[in-house]
């Protein structure tokens, strides 16, 4: 187990070395999600009475286009370095490549999340400071990148990358938008807290199932 745990540690390790040397990635992600709620925070205006409804919405949009714009980076640099054959040679099993790549993104994304969270409540009189909603964008981070490395694996191999995953990846990852979507809006009406567990239950049970299911057909995935 530390042996598998070391070549997955690796994996990342190489992703969040070129991340930082590029800042590619997470700076993408921050200024396409920012954008993304300025526009929407002008474009409703919502009051008070109304921000609960509205919010919740413009959170999410923010974070799935910013997500699905790193996840087509996901293997990107290995495909036109002409590394990604050296990859899939690498004597390490498929599985460690599929959480080193995972794990990458969910990084780069729950960053991206950490630092538009506040300016999202500043724009929308939000308190700044709301734990729930973490948690909730901490697990449906999970699940959201779950789903996309492995689709991104596939589209990477395609010549319409760019089209080809939000094609796969939308149909399959709506179950968790939409509870991600449902527990921020309990949250931001400050709604019982009973009515948020069902919720988290259902992401949770998502990341489960699609964690062990993504990582035993991840060496089918990368197959050109």
Same mark, same amino acid.
């Given at each position: 187990m530390r042996g598998f745990g070391g070549k997955v540690f690796a994996?990342?390790?190489?992703?969040?070395?070129?991340?930082?040397?590029?800042?590619?990635?997470?700076?993408s992600l921050l200024v396409f999600a920012l954008l993304t709620i300025i526009i929407f925070s002008f474009a409703f205006e919502p009051g008070p009475d109304r921000i609960g409804i509205v919010a919740p919405g413009v959170l999410w949009v923010a974070f799935t286009f910013a997500g699905v714009l790193g996840l087509n980076r996901a293997f990107v640099q290995e495909k036109d370095s002409g590394c990604l054959q050296g990859l899939m040679l690498c004597p390490v099993d498929r599985e460690a490549i599929y959480f080193g790549k995972m794990l990458a993104s969910f990084i780069f994304m729950f960053i991206m999340e950490i630092i538009i969270m506040p300016v999202f409540s500043i724009f929308l009189n939000l308190p700044i400071f709301m734990p729930w909603l973490l948690l909730?964008?901490?697990?449906a981070t999970i699940g959201f990148v779950a789903v996309g490395t492995?689709?991104?694996?596939?589209?990477?191999?395609?010549?319409?990358?760019?089209?080809?995953?939000?094609?796969?990846?939308?149909?399959?990852?709506? &179950?968790? %938008?939409?509870?991600?979507?449902?527990?921020? /809006? =309990?949250? $931001?009406?400050? *709604?019982? @807290?009973?009515?948020?567990? &069902?919720? %988290?239950?259902?992401?949770?049970?998502?990341? /489960? =199932?699609? $964690?062990?299911? *993504?990582? @035993?057909?991840?060496?089918?995935?990368?197959?050109?």
């Open positions: 994996m990342l390790a190489k992703d969040l070395l070129l991340e930082f040397r590029a800042r590619e990635i997470v700076v909730i964008a901490f697990l492995i689709f991104s694996a596939i589209a990477v191999n395609t010549k319409a990358r760019d089209l080809m995953l939000p094609l796969l990846f939308f149909p399959v990852v709506v &179950p968790v %938008l939409i509870a991600a979507v449902k527990s921020s /809006a =309990i949250v $931001l009406a400050g *709604s019982s @807290l009973d009515d948020l567990w &069902p919720w %988290l239950q259902m992401i949770a049970a998502f990341d /489960a =199932i699609f $964690l062990v299911i *993504s990582a @035993l057909i991840f060496q089918y995935a990368l197959e050109e």
